[in-house]
């Protein structure tokens, strides 16, 4: 049986041993496992890397207080899935309507690189949030979370390559026994964006076809 989110968990060392050096050096900051964000009954899942170290490391929320939650928050606003365009603090007003956070990796990676197998590990929380809230519509940001999706759903990462903008129809698993559409988009990262990579009106697009995919709310 996949485990629920634990704030508690310490499974990999090399992420708990780095999580207790930045908070030694940031007393304030959130520096533990972060915890999944939005409506448990949510229609669509987004599934990003892992906690920024100043952004959700720091907040306890996935994507609040950091670069790649500016064009998130705002993309989701501007849909109807977020109450406000913008969320810097954890404990600010930020309501997500039938929509919810989550990360393939719940804890601060140095350098932001998770390892394989602390994907692998990580990933039972992940499986665990898809089989007690099934979403109808999941979207991956990066290559990571993707492989992530298809991990925790039992689907074979050779049968569902990562494109940018991809919709793919996975198959039943025990995670999902309805099956999913899994949509892809590049990850709204600083890097992403400022190379223009990823630019507001290519991440828009991706929103749009799951709100056509969705339908009225």
């Known amino acids: 049986m996949p485990e629920r989110f634990n704030l508690e968990c310490r499974d990999c060392p090399r992420l708990a041993g780095f999580l207790e050096g930045v908070r030694r050096d940031h007393p304030g900051y959130h520096a533990l496992p972060v915890p999944v964000f939005g409506d448990a009954a949510a229609e669509l899942l987004i599934v990003g890397l892992a906690p920024g170290m100043h952004g959700a490391n720091r ?43 989550s990360n393939a990796v719940k804890c601060l990676p140095p350098q932001n690189k998770p390892l394989p197998e602390e994907i692998r590990r990580c990933n039972r929380y992940l499986a665990a949030e898809l089989r007690e809230w099934p979403p109808r519509v999941i979207l991956a940001l990066g290559s990571v979370a993707h492989q992530a999706v298809l991990m925790a759903c039992g689907v074979k990462r050779a049968s569902c390559k990562f494109v940018h903008n991809a919709a793919h129809d996975l198959p039943p698993a025990p995670a999902l026994p309805q099956g999913i559409r899994l949509y892809d988009s590049y990850h709204c990262s600083r890097y992403n964006t400022q190379t223009k990579r990823l630019t507001e009106a290519m991440f828009q697009a991706v929103l749009r076809d799951i709100v056509a995919e969705l339908g009225p709310r």
Do not use: E, W
């Open 59 to 101: 907040t306890g929320r996935p994507f609040t207080g950091d670069h790649a939650g500016i064009l998130l928050y705002r993309t989701l606003h501007q849909f109807g899935f977020a109450s406000q365009a913008a969320s810097v603090r954890g404990d600010d007003s930020m309501v997500l309507k039938n929509c919810r956070i």
